[in-house]
């Protein structure tokens, strides 16, 4: 049922751009895999958890989900919003500090005679 | 770019219209989204409040785990698989890992094929997806019922703090739930591709309407962001 022929409507884009991003991320899943076999600890993990997450996340959305071929209207409709999220993290870590602090002064185990 | 008095539907049809569009788009006192169908601006605001909804359970599990004073259990340690008499750290999941972004690809290949109007190799490509999907719930489930097994509980481990089981059970859960739906949907669409519904404009019995191969390319959005969710699960709740 090829019809190659007809004019194509909608995203459409070399076969291989799929195919490289596929690869890309095989291997950064492989990565960050990587870093837990090899138990890397402390700053470093967390930063190239972080590093290989973002990169695989930004792969995903920008050419599977055609984002990279969007017009920016609904790029930044979509994407900025995620940003309060951010902003709850940061509210929520330092919530949670406050927390961790009330609960070893007085509630912690061991702590109490 | 011309003022926005003398758009013709030529320069509204540019893709890269850039920053000036933006005002452009939002300003024209007409669809903001242009050259995007109403299915797909409506797919990605779902999966904008998805995003949200994702977003707070995983914000949940870092409130939790930060704020305990008991140790968390050790993701490294819980998650290893024995193979050939030897401890494998987190094999189940990275494999998982792999089966989800190997559905990814097929997926995204289908979408392809989808607007090249080639129906078999879509409803292939589409079938093999869900036939991933369906794998990583049936290894989901494996690894569920290996931790149930072990005695994790929602209230409950033997190896740390308590809320270890009820995000894991929460967060998993949810998002085997999209999986699961995802599948059902790749198989229902795949068998309208398959029939020709899209090329003979047949109407679907639910809304009545005529079909076009852009729902390939929704489904795919939905299943991406599937894939999505998996890879910040699998970051903050595995790896970290």
């Known amino acids: ?113 | 770019m011309a003022p926005h008095g003398s758009m013709t539907s030529a320069q509204a049809a540019d893709p890269h219209a850039g920053w000036q569009g933006i005002y452009a788009d939002w300003a024209s006192d007409r669809t903001v989204f242009r050259n995007v169908s109403w299915g797909k601006a409506m797919m990605w605001v779902f999966l904008l409040s998805d995003t949200f909804i994702f977003g707070c359970f995983l914000l949940a599990y870092m409130t939790a785990r930060m704020s305990t004073t008991v140790p968390w259990p050790n993701a490294t340690e819980v998650f290893a698989l024995h193979i050939g008499g030897e401890n494998i750290p987190l094999i189940l999941i990275a494999i998982m890992t792999f089966v989800l972004i190997s559905s990814s690809g097929t997926m995204a290949m289908a979408v392809n094929y989808g607007y090249r109007r080639d129906r078999k190799k879509t409803a292939v490509l589409m079938l093999v997806t869900a036939a991933f999907g369906a794998t990583f719930v049936g290894m989901q489930a494996f690894e569920w019922t290996k931790l149930i097994m072990e005695g994790v509980r929602p209230w409950e481990n033997p190896w740390g703090a308590a809320q270890f089981g009820s995000t894991f059970f929460m967060i998993t859960g949810f998002h085997g739930t999209h999986v699961t739906i995802g599948v059902i949907f790749l198989i229902i669409v795949a068998r309208k591709v398959l029939r020709g519904d899209f090329d003979r404009g047949t109407r679907g019995f639910f809304t009545s309407r005529k079909g076009r191969y852009e729902i390939v390319e929704i489904t795919g959005l939905y299943w991406h962001f599937v894939d999505l969710v998996w890879v910040f699960i699998f970051a903050f709740f595995y790896l970290w």
């Open chain 1, 1 to 113: 049922m090829a019809k190659h022929g007809m004019a194509a409507e909608g995203q459409v884009h070399p076969i291989k751009s799929y195919l490289v991003v596929w690869g890309w991320l095989f291997v950064l899943s492989a990565f960050s895999y990587m870093v837990d076999y090899f138990h890397v600890q402390g700053a470093l993990r967390w930063s190239l958890i972080l590093l290989f997450m973002v990169l695989k996340a930004g792969l995903i959305i920008a050419f599977f989900m055609h984002m990279a071929w969007e017009r920016l209207s609904l790029v930044t409709a979509i994407l900025i919003p995620p940003v309060a999220v951010l902003v709850f993290v940061t509210i929520m870590a330092a919530e949670s500090d406050y927390t961790l602090l009330t609960r070893e002064m007085f509630f912690a185990e061991g702590t109490v005679p």
